[in-house]
């Protein structure tokens, strides 16, 4: 992709994620990640929202109706788009704190950086705050800064 492309892209991704952040305030949801791709005239936005509480479909769904009007009185996408509005999902990668403090007693694979190596590591979360989190494994309790983490995943029970 050129630069200039993936310069709009992330302009636009920029402005859908300030619309759903303006949608969303005072609830308690947040964003976890936005995503614009493709070109004018069949662009995908994906949003993908948490929730300290429960998140629902219907939740999700009126989201979606209001971004979608914003997105459609501002004119801000050009074109056709889809646009597709959910929670991550057990397959997305944790992103943020606030994922790491929603599924504490469950067990993580995570890559982190050691020094110039990249490692894996799993075990059972045990402890989540703003700035680090740990995991139980090897029979002890390991410490991870969020600042070290490539990526974590949590494993599914099956």
């Known amino acids: 992709m050129n630069d200039s492309l993936t ?3 992330q302009g636009l991704t920029e402005k859908v994620q300030a619309i759903v952040e303006e949608v969303i ?5 947040y964003v976890v990640e ?9 662009r995908v936005v994906e949003v993908f929202l948490e929730s300290d509480d429960t998140l629902d479909i219907g939740l999700l769904a009126n989201v979606s109706r209001e971004v979608g009007f914003v997105l459609e009185m501002d004119d801000v996408i ?3 788009y889809h646009l597709n509005v959910s929670s991550p999902g057990a397959d997305r990668p944790l992103r943020l704190p606030r994922q790491y403090q929603k599924n504490l007693g469950r ?8 020094g110039e190596e990249i490692l894996t590591f799993e075990g059972e979360l045990k402890q989540a705050d703003a700035d680090n989190f740990e995991l ?3 029979k002890k309790q390991h410490s991870f800064s969020y600042g070290d983490i490539v990526e974590a995943r ?3 029970p099956w």
């Open 7 to 9: 310069l709009a892209s």
């Open 25 to 29: 305030v005072g609830s308690p949801m």
């Open 34 to 42: 936005v995503a614009v791709r493709g070109r004018q005239g069949s």
């Open 78 to 80: 050009k074109g056709k």
């Open 107 to 114: 067990k993580l694979s995570i890559r982190f950086r050691e």
């Open 136 to 138: 139980f494994g090897d």
């Open 154 to 156: 949590v494993l599914l």
